[in-house]
């Protein structure tokens, strides 16, 4: 029996994090009994030097059977661990099967971190004459940047971009991307957050995370994570730039 996570429109996800509020999903190999699917998490991880060699041992747990009630597993670290995260960010938790005679799933180890904020809505102007570069972008997010957090967009039309930061209003929680020519465009996020005085990553390939425009006749606009371009279709509204 083996595992693999995926996002919920199947598609393999090779994520080392468990975020605090989107949801993972691992899928183990079907057509068993539900009763063979036990799947077990630990939060702790112990070396010993035994015999020429490390030894490590777990405080494996029960999953409940509300996460993880047969081949799919689905669950966030607040489903876990409870609500209170704080003194588990940046560590790992490590989760398994476990199946008859005394064997195992390999184990897989996530991250714990927070979710990078979610695309509520995005507006876009196209430019007022053709051959101009006075298109824009605005993305509204969920919620506000955390102190110290940073949130930086990648856009990409025909080539790749630095990561640039994108500076969010903390009341309307809006940002604004400025200076564009016509066409279909790839928004990139990544997210910084300081966490007990290093630097960690917040997760941004959750399905809030990226957005495209239905209408293939128009200019479209996608979230992407990696090098895996992910679709959700929205209505565009037109607003005005102030």
């Known amino acids: 029996m083996t595992s693999t996570m995926t996002n919920k429109q199947g598609q393999v996800v090779n994520t080392t994090l468990l975020p ?17 699917y ?64 005394n064997r195992w799933t390999p ?21 007022a004459c053709h051959g101009t570069s006075n298109g824009w972008i605005r993305l509204k997010f969920d919620r506000p940047l955390l102190n ?4 930086y967009y990648s856009l990409t039309q025909n080539r790749e971009t630095n990561n640039t930061p994108l500076v969010v209003d903390p009341i309307t929680r809006e940002a604004l991307i400025e200076g564009l020519p016509s066409g279909s ?11 007990n005085g290093r630097t960690a990553y917040t997760f941004t390939e959750g399905e ?18 990696g090098s895996r371009a992910l679709q959700r279709g929205y209505r565009r509204t037109h607003l005005g730039k102030g």
């Open 38 to 101: 036990k799947w077990q998490y630990a939060t702790r991880k112990d070396s010993t030097w035994t015999n020429g060699g490390w030894n490590y041992t777990y405080n494996w747990q029960a999953v409940p059977r509300s996460i993880a009630p047969d081949s799919v597993f689905t669950a966030n670290a607040k489903d876990l661990l409870g609500a209170d995260l704080s003194s588990y960010y940046r560590k790992n938790v490590y989760i398994r099967m476990e199946l008859s005679c």
């Open 185 to 195: 465009y790839y928004v990139s996020l990544l997210g910084t957050l300081p966490i």
């Open 208 to 225: 809030k995370h990226y957005l495209s425009h239905p209408r293939p006749s128009e200019s479209q606009f996608y979230h992407r994570t």
């Open 20 to 36: 605090e509020d989107d949801k993972v999903v691992i899928h183990a190999t079907k057509g068993f009994n539900v009763s063979e």
């Open 148 to 151: 110290g957090e940073v949130l």
């Open 107 to 127: 184990i897989m180890t996530l991250a714990v971190t927070p979710s990078a904020p979610h695309i509520e809505s995005a507006v876009y102007d196209m430019p």
